[in-house]
Nanobody
């Protein structure tokens, strides 16, 4: 079993920055893929970014590329999302997720962005960007 706990959400003005963290516990993560997803009110959940626990390959949604950076700390079993140049449309609940089977096939970025491939989810943290 894996437990994921997010933190770092809050209220920020447009153009500002926030850093989200996700602490994972309960299992080892050598083959895991970890990801961030978000869901705004009235909208479908959408992929934000993903990272391979082994090797560190990353993938980003086009909407956040160049503004957000995903990273990991293997020692602390922590994944982070540095969010810069935030926009009002980034407002959402952000979820940390883990694909414990590591199903992201090499070169197939769509795998990393597919929510159904993730079998563990955190409770979410609210990010609100005021314009």
């Amino acid at each position: 079993q894996v437990q994921l706990v997010e933190s770092g959400g809050g209220l920020v003005q447009a153009g500002g920055s926030l850093r989200l963290s996700c602490v994972a516990s309960g299992r080892t993560f050598s083959n895991y893929v970890m990801g961030w997803f978000r869901q705004a009110p009235g909208k479908e959940r959408e992929f934000v970014a993903a990272i391979r626990w082994s090797g560190g390959s990353t993938h980003y949604a086009d909407s956040v590329k160049g503004r957000f950076t995903i990273s990991k700390d293997n020692v602390r079993s922590t994944m982070s999302l540095q969010m810069n140049s935030l926009k009002a449309e980034d407002t959402a609940v952000y979820y940390c997720a883990a694909d414990s089977k590591g199903t992201w096939r090499p070169g197939l970025y769509s795998d990393a962005a597919t929510g159904s491939r993730y079998d563990y989810w955190g409770q979410g943290t609210q990010v609100t960007v005021s314009s």
